[in-house]
Structure formats: C-alpha cells, structure tokens
C-alpha cells in the first residue's frame, strides 16, 4: 500500500496509466510469438496459438494449441489443412481459422472442428493475403484481401452473406493498411494507398480526406481502430499519430514519435468516461503509449490484446494488463490527496491503530457533509483493484464509513463485495479469466457462466450459482445440462453407468430437459444410452420426436399411445406410414388398437381409399357396408354411380349379416330411383329428398296418385301418411280434398288433429266441421280450441267429467258466459247428490 503508486505513469495532465501484472505464463513455448499466428479472445478470453509453416515437408504438421489467459494448455491438435493466414474468435469464443484458399474453418475451445465456409469462388481462386476479423451488433464477422486485391466481407458469420466490394482505383500492389469501420450501423472498410485514403462501402469506393491531417503525414502505415468503433487512429512514415472519431469527421489530437518502421501492432487503450485516450503500439523491445509518448521496455516478444478498459500484454513469460487508472482510484490514492475517500482510507487506518486522529479525519469529512460520498468512493476504487488485500482494505474503509452514516443503503457495498468474489474467483491461475469489473458488468453474470461452462469448469460455475443466489432454470440447471451432454461423450463408461450418473445428479431438477441430454448422446453415436436418457423424460412430447430421430419407431408409438395426446400419436403415424411399407405399416398398426382407430378416423377425412383398404384386411363388411354408403353421398358421382355405390353396400350389410342395414339401404335405392323418374316428369329437383319430403312435396304439388303410390310401395304407415297428408292439405289451402279425405275412411290418428292444423292455419269454419267428430274422449278439448264453449260443456255433462267440467269453466267470463256456467254448476251439484 506504501508504493501503491510507484508505477502510476502521467498521461497527459489528468490521467495515470499502470501496468498491472496478471499472471506468470505457465506455458512453455518452443516458438517466439512473432513465429506463430496469435488470436486472443477479448474479456480476458483464451489465446490461440499456431505456428507459421516454413518447412515445406508434408510431414511437417505445427500444432494448433488454445491456452487459458495464464497460459494453462486447454487443447492442442495437429494443423492438417491449408495454411491458415489468420485466426480470430467469435463472441461465443468459437476459433476462426482463414486459410489461403479462403475457407474458414470454426474449432471449439477444446480444438474441436465445428464446421467449414468459404469466403467465395474468387477468394478461392485469387487465395487470401490478409484477413481480419471483426465484432459489430450483428455478430462476428470477416473481411478478406485477396490476391486481386479486391476485398470481401461477411459481417455475420452464423448467417453467411458475402459482399464483394468494389475495387479501390489504380492499386497495382497491396494496400499499405486498412480496418474495418462501423458507421451509422453500415459495416464499411477504410484502405490505405500510400498518403491516400478510400472509404469502401456496398456499392462505392470515395476517397476520404481525414479532419486536421498535417500536410507533412506521410504515407500510412498503421490503422487502429477502438474496441467499441467509436475511434480510429493512424500511423505514418514520419511517426506522425493521427486520432479522432471512426466518422471521420472529428479529431482528437496527434503525435509524434521517434520511430519510423511501423509497429508490429496498433491499438487503443481507452475506457468509457476516459480522461485521457491513448494509442499503444509494440515494436520488438519497446511499447509507446501515444499522447504523451510514454514508453516501456519489453524484455520479450509481446503481442497486445485491446479491451473494453484497457489493453492486456503477454508474452512467452508475463500477461499485464495496462489501463489508465479510475477516478475513484485516483482520488483515493494520489499522492497528498484530500479527496474524501483517501481522508476516509486514512481514519480507518488510525482506527485500527486505537488513534485519536481517526476522529479528527472524520470529523473533517462530516464538517464538509462528504462522508457518503468518501464511502462511494472507496467502494467505486476497490471493485477496480485486482489484488485482494487492497480490495479489503478499501472495502473495510467503506464499511467503517458507513457506520457513521444514517440509513445509508447497503446494496452498492453488499453487491461490489459479492462481484469481487466472483472475480477474484475466476481471476485464479487455473481458470485464467482476468475479467475487470468493467468487462463484468459488460458481459453479465449470464455470459460469464456460459464461458465457465464452455471451458467445462462446471464446480465453480455451480457455486457461483448457489452464491449469486440465481434461479435454478438460470443458474444450476442451465449448469448440470451443459455438463450430462459432456458427460454423455466420454466413452469409457458404460450406457447404464453413464445413464444412472446422470439421473443420480439431475434427479427431478427444474428446467433440465433429458431429451436435449439423450439427443447429444445420440449426436455422439451412443443410441442406446439416449434410449436410456429418455425414460427419465417425463414429457412425452419430448421424447417421442427424437425416438422418432433414432428410427425406433415402435417404441415412439408406445409412448405417444402412453401419453394420451391423440395429436402426438397422429405424428408417430404419419411418420411410419411415410417410414414402412404399405403391408408393414398395417401390419405395426394391427398390434397397436389405438393408434389404428385413430387412423381409420384419420382416413374418414383424408384417406378413402386407404380406409377400404383397411376394412377389407380386416374383413369388417359392417364398416364396408357404411364406407359405400358414405361414399355414394360424399361424391359428386351420377345417380347411376351412386347406385352402384349403394348396392355395394348392401352386399356388405348382407356379409356382416345386417338385414335391417341391408333393408334400409334397398329402400334408399328405391327411392333414389323414383326421385329420378319424378325429377324426370315434373323438371323439379327431388333427388336427395327424404322420403316424407317427397311424399309432402308430392301433396302440395297436387300429384296425389303419385304421393298414394310412394305410400303404397314404401310401406308407409297409415298414421304417418294421414299426417302428412293433412299437413300438407292445411298448408297448401286445399279444405275440399282435406274434407274429402277426411271421409274416404276412417282416420287412423282420430279428427283432433284435422282441429288443430285446421286452427293452427286460422281456419275456425274448417275446424268446427271435424269437432262433432272427434272422440269423445278429445271432443271437449276439440271444441275449447275452436272456442265453442256451449257445446264443450254439453260434452263435459255428457261425459259427467268433473276435471273437464272445471276447465270448460276456467275459459268462461262471468257475463258472456252465464248460461254455460249455471249449466254445468247445475251439473256438478247432480254429480254431488249421486
């Protein structure tokens, strides 16, 4: 704490750069880097290394290997393709390798080939000089220089859309430099030709003249561009620097420095809220920060890696981190500071040491009502230290400062405690993921877990979990997923060992799907074990697609049947049915009865012929019989094929030994035959009408010997005739033929009914003709609805009926109807004496 600021370095007039150190490397390179391709993954991601083939020999293979940040080996393979120009990694920290035949081959981060694309038939055709990749809000993408000097470029390598740009004017050789540049969310390269300057987009290349460029600039050699794209620096054959905004339209300052070559490597070292931004470039044995030119030896050859905060440099033996210093920190440990903060760090100090002066710190921050702001400022300095011991001592400052403080809210100091573990966790030499607080907060908890996963720490990520207190669909499960499908590749175990590992450590854990888990498995060609998996699946929906998958359709079918989902039975079917042959598929079908009735009702809706097919291996002549029968209606077929249809049908009725079916069904021919001979006759539409449509049609039409002879061949009962008949007469208006027909025999329903169509039609003069002729069981009834209350009491007398006499009596009024009533009170008194 003593020389906390001994390597503070001034930049500028407000800002300080360190260089903190992160890790001796723990690798043990036989190659210097500027003999290899190097890729470094930012957010403290893993570094990539691969030789640069010289030795022409086929049997010569280099190595490609992957470290962690502190240099502990993750993988290594040997290099088997085309040379590779250039390596890069994507956001999900897949390894990019460009070859000179311009394919790009994508590797995990344990050197596993993922899958191949090209970058096109002319970078095929013209190979790959350079290539660069880049990160924007559409994802990660490619630009390639071909040997054409011609350059194409991907700006999203998970939806691959090549764009070939057009061609900068007069280039007879390479470019000198060029970067990629995100303006107003249009992806877009700036190339340099000597001192000229060429914004290539879609469609256009312009030349660019840069805001404030001394005349005395030189050729360009150098291109950085900042790890958000908001700013683009330059360098040139003269050592001039030239920094402003990736618009084009802003500058920020320039330079001069002594060197002439052009770095090895360029880039930015900023952060958000920056004092002072600067440029650092690396040359064999001396780094330069640009702005105030301050230098820094290197012992070694060092490769830069920019970040959100600063810029990581590591070599064969050391990884440093150089940033400019926080604010926070700068107020607090700046030399004879009187910052809040620093008085705050310093009354804790004499705290400790049982001193008086503790008191008199305090009391001059409280004078100046600045103790909430010393304890913000201690927390802000140590969620930015890396060594533990100052994080504590900062943090212990802040806690001793709250105490004094009236409801000051706990939640900054408890969260930056909590994120600080977490860090200091994963900042440990064998995970080798120095995040800064910065980065951390950038790339969230959720993302840090995904890396953790992806590196196949899955304790760490787990504890991580229970400490963060996440949900288990977000945190544990989300883990344990991830670690059943590695587990589920390792082959040197059994199928039910492997199984019962799982199923012991997942167990009924929310949020974990076994059959992701059995659909890796059988990614990994162990179908078995994926069978296994999936019986500790409870969701059937889940299960049986991928059984489905595997080609053990029959097991598929058991458990749609199990699970009671009619519709995930229908997929199993249809499935087989495109899967098997036709005799086998009926063949599986017969042995499951559910899954056959639900197909046969399948096939009433979309497959006829199918469901014959199905009756007739089945030898169910009924279910034939009733098939014709709804195919002579549901076609558009002529009456003649209908007919067929029919009688088809009933030879079927006769086979499954239906008589009344096979009845019913002759009849419907018959009469099918003699709608046609009347549609034939009349030019009126009859076909398809049942037959007591026909025959009452018939009636209102007046054809009454037609409508006789239908009563005469169907069989028609008596009683349903004379309804019909009468029914008919009433509507049509024809009282004559309905009088007529009411005395052609006596009618089998009775005459009430001639009363009541004849009122329900209005028509009291006809209904007062049949009254006298009801039975007398009906006749009072008959003359009450024709309103004829005399002579439905004489009826009610005659029948000495009290209950009918009590109901002549409820229609009548006592003036119209006085005679009436006396008469039958007259008669209820006779019924009483008697």
């Given at each position: 704490m003593d020389c906390y600021t001994a390597n503070w370095d001034p930049l500028g007039e407000a800002a300080y750069y360190r260089k903190l150190d992160l890790y001796t490397m723990g690798w043990n390179l036989r190659e210097d880097l500027r003999d290899c391709l190097v890729a470094a993954a930012p957010y403290g991601g893993p570094i990539a290394l691969l030789k640069n083939k010289k030795e022409k020999s086929p049997s010569s293979r280099p190595p490609l290997e992957i470290y962690t940040a502190s240099g502990v080996l993750l993988a290594s393979i040997p290099w088997k393709n085309c040379p590779a120009v250039h390596l890069g990694w994507t956001t999900s920290e897949d390894l990019l390798c460009i070859q000179e035949d311009g394919s790009v081959l994508v590797y995990s981060l344990f050197c596993e080939f993922k899958r191949r694309f090209s970058m096109g038939n002319e970078v095929l055709q013209n190979h790959v000089l350079e290539a660069k990749v880049f990160h924007t809000e559409y994802g990660t993408g490619v630009a390639i220089l071909t040997g054409a000097h011609?350059?194409?470029?991907?700006?999203?390598?998970?939806?691959?859309?090549?764009?070939?740009?057009?061609?900068?004017?007069?280039?007879?050789?390479?470019?000198?430099?060029?970067?990629?540049?995100?303006?107003?969310?249009?992806?877009?390269?700036?190339v340099a030709v000597g001192q000229e300057l060429y914004l290539l987009d879609s469609t256009t290349c312009s030349p660019v003249t840069l805001p404030g460029l001394s005349p005395h600039a030189g050729s360009f050699l150098r291109m950085a561009v900042s790890f958000n794209y908001r700013f683009?620096?330059?360098f040139t054959d003269t050592g001039y620097i030239w920094m402003g905004k990736s618009n084009l339209k802003e500058k920020l300052g320039e330079s001069i420095c002594e060197f002439r070559a052009p770095p090895k490597q360029m880039v930015w070292c900023t952060r958000s809220r920056s004092k002072q931004r600067a440029v650092v470039m690396a040359w064999e044995r001396r780094l330069l920060v640009a702005g105030d030119a301050e230098q820094y030896p290197l012992d070694e050859d060092s490769y830069l890696v920019p970040?959100?905060?600063?810029?990581?440099?590591?070599?064969?033996?050391?990884?440093?981190f150089l940033h400019e210093i926080p604010e926070a920190s700068q107020e607090v440990f700046k030399i004879a500071?009187?910052?809040?903060?620093?008085?705050?760090?310093?009354?804790?100090?004499?705290?400790?040491?049982?001193?008086?002066?503790?008191?008199e710190y305090l009391r001059e921050i409280k004078d100046q009502n600045l103790l909430p702001e010393a304890v913000e400022q201690c927390i802000r300095a140590a969620s930015y230290e890396h060594?533990?011991?100052?994080?504590?001592?900062?943090?212990?400052?802040?806690?001793?400062?709250?105490?004094?403080?009236?409801?000051?809210?706990?939640?900054?100091?408890?969260?930056?405690?909590?994120?600080?573990?977490?860090?200091?966790?994963?900042?440990d030499y064998q995970i080798g993921i120095p995040l800064s607080f910065d980065q951390y907060t950038q790339v969230t908890t959720e993302v840090l877990l995904d890396r953790l996963v992806l590196r196949r720490l899955y304790p760490i990520a787990i504890k991580i979990c229970e400490y963060l207190r996440l949900s288990e669909f977000q945190g544990i499960s989300r883990i344990l997923a991830h670690w059943a499908c590695y587990k589920v590749q390792q082959?040197?175990?059994?199928?039910?060992?492997?199984?019962?590992?799982?199923?012991?450590?997942?167990?009924?854990?929310?949020?974990?799907?076994?059959?992701?888990?059995?659909?890796?498995?059988?990614?990994?060609?162990?179908?078995?074990?994926?069978?296994?998996?999936?019986?500790?699946e409870p969701r059937s929906g889940k299960q049986v697609p991928l059984l489905l998958k595997m080609k053990r359709s029959q097991l598929a079918l058991s458990k749609a049947i199990e699970s009671g989902d009619t519709d995930l039975v229908y997929t199993v079917v249809l499935h087989l049915k495109n899967e098997l042959n036709r005799g086998a598929f009926f063949m599986t079908l017969q042995n499951q009865p559910v899954a056959l009735s639900l197909y046969r009702q399948f096939c009433k809706y979309q497959e006829l012929d199918t469901l014959k097919d199905l009756y007739n291996q089945d030898d169910d002549h009924q279910e034939l019989g009733n098939f014709h029968v709804r195919a002579s209606y549901a076609s558009d077929k002529q009456i003649d094929g209908r007919v067929a249809s029919l009688?088809?049908?009933?030879?079927?009725?006769?086979?499954?030994?239906?008589?009344?079916?096979?009845?019913?069904?002759?009849?419907?021919?018959?009469?099918?035959?003699?709608?046609?001979?009347?549609?034939?006759?009349?030019?009126?539409?009859?076909?398809?009408?049942?037959?007591?449509?026909?025959?009452?049609?018939l009636i209102l039409e007046g054809n009454h010997k037609r409508a006789e002879q239908f009563y005469r061949d169907f069989k028609i009962p008596d009683k349903r005739f004379w309804w019909l008949k009468i029914n008919a007469l009433a509507e049509q208006g024809?009282?004559?033929?309905?009088?007529?027909?009411?005395?052609?025999?006596?009618?089998?329903?009775?005459?009430?009914?001639?009363?009541?169509?004849?009122?329900?039609?209005?028509?009291?003069?006809?209904?007062?003709?049949?009254?006298?002729?009801?039975?007398?069981?009906?006749?009072?009834?008959?003359?009450?609805?024709?309103?004829?209350?005399?002579?439905?009491?004489?009826?009610?007398?005659?029948?000495?009926?009290?209950a009918e006499m009590n109901l002549v009596l409820s229609k009548c009024t006592a003036a119209a109807d006085a005679s009436v009533v006396a008469k039958i009170n007259l008669a209820k008194a006779q019924l009483g004496k008697k």
């Open positions: 011609r350059f194409t470029i991907a700006t999203n390598v998970e939806d691959l859309k090549l764009r070939r740009l057009p061609q900068v004017p007069g280039v007879q050789k390479p470019p000198s430099c060029w970067a990629v540049l995100c303006q107003e969310r249009v992806t877009v390269l700036l683009l620096a330059l970040e959100l905060d600063g810029v990581r440099i590591f070599s064969r033996s050391t990884h440093e500071s009187m910052a809040p903060g620093a008085l705050l760090m310093e009354a804790q100090k004499e705290y400790e040491k049982e001193s008086q002066k503790a008191d060594e533990p011991e100052i994080q504590k001592s900062l943090l212990r400052a802040a806690s001793f400062g709250k105490c004094f403080i009236d409801k000051f809210p706990p939640e900054r100091f408890v969260e930056t405690c909590r994120d600080l573990r977490v860090l200091n966790a994963i900042r082959k040197d175990k059994s199928d039910e060992e492997v199984a019962q590992a799982i199923n012991q450590k997942l167990g009924d854990t929310p949020g974990i799907s076994y059959s992701e888990i059995a659909a890796r498995a059988y990614e990994c060609g162990r179908t078995e074990l994926a069978i296994k998996l999936l019986e500790y009688q088809n049908a009933v030879d079927e009725y006769y086979k499954a030994k239906n008589e009344f079916a096979a009845k019913a069904t002759e009849d419907q021919i018959k009469l099918l035959r003699n709608q046609r001979r009347l549609q034939a006759d009349f030019d009126k539409p009859y076909l398809d009408e049942s037959l007591h449509d026909t025959v009452y049609n024809d009282w004559e033929e309905l009088e007529k027909f009411s005395k052609s025999k006596k009618s089998p329903i009775g005459y009430l009914p001639f009363v009541e169509i004849s009122m329900k039609h209005h028509n009291r003069h006809e209904a007062k003709k049949y009254g006298p002729r009801v039975a007398p069981e009906q006749r009072v009834k008959a003359f009450l609805l024709v309103g004829d209350l005399s002579q439905a009491s004489e009826a009610a007398i005659e029948r000495k009926n009290e």
